[in-house]
Nanobody, 123 residues
């Protein structure tokens, strides 16, 4: 199973930005970022097939940007224009087998998850 390590979370003021980083212990076919708000279900933010094009959930479209080393072991998420509603635990996910691009934002297709990094946005 792939081991994932997230970093980059912290406390920021509304309107600010954060850059989250996920490092995988081995090559993957797909990686993504998800988050879980207090008392809510985990939701997708952005994901990518390694070597492919990123996909973004509507909730962060136009203010989230993925970058990767193309080798399948590092994925960064730049999230801009943060709001108080973005306060959540942010998780990295990975899959070690081929996947259809249409399923990239489905949490149930991922087989490995990081421990999460907390993002707190003050108003």
């Amino acid at each position: 199973q792939v081991q994932l390590r997230e970093s980059g979370g912290g406390s920021v003021q509304a309107g600010g930005s954060l850059r989250l980083t996920c490092v995988a212990s081995e090559l993957t076919f797909a990686m993504g970022w998800f988050r879980q708000l207090p008392g809510k279900e985990r939701e997708a933010l952005a994901a990518i097939q390694i070597g492919g094009h990123p996909m973004y959930a509507d909730v962060v479209k136009d203010r989230a940007f993925l970058s990767t080393d193309t080798s399948g072991n590092i994925l960064n998420l730049q999230l801009n224009h943060l709001e108080a509603a973005d306060t959540a635990m942010y998780y990295c996910a990975a899959r070690s087998a081929p996947i259809n691009w249409q399923e990239l934002l489905r949490g149930d297709v991922y087989t490995s998850w990081g421990q999460g990094t907390q993002v707190t946005v003050s108003s």
